[in-house]
């Protein structure tokens, strides 16, 4: 896999785990409470794991559960985010 590649699949995991979560990173960043710069690394982690089939598989059986699993690389972001 290309790293554009690699970082379009990780960018959608991210997303996708904070949606889950009930925090759209978007608005977050308009509202301030999160910068770009922080979502980037965030991407940047998520690339870092070895196992984001884990991470697709538990987002499409919605077996996420309320909080990020632990093994994310993002989950002290993402706690920090969950309303």
């Known amino acids: 896999m290309s790293s554009r590649e690699s970082l379009?699949?990780?960018a959608?995991?991210?997303d996708r785990m904070a949606t889950s979560l009930g925090v759209d990173l978007q608005e977050e960043a308009i509202a301030g409470?999160?910068?770009v710069d922080e979502i980037t690394d965030a991407v940047l982690r998520?690339?870092?794991c070895p196992n984001p089939d884990h991470c697709v598989n538990a987002l499409a059986n919605q077996a996420v559960g309320g909080k990020p699993p632990e093994y994310c690389r993002n989950q002290d972001l993402l706690k920090k985010l969950v309303p």
């Open 12 to 14: 959608d995991l991210v």
């Open 46 to 48: 998520c690339t870092d």
């Open 33 to 35: 409470v999160i910068s």
């Open 8 to 10: 379009r699949k990780h």
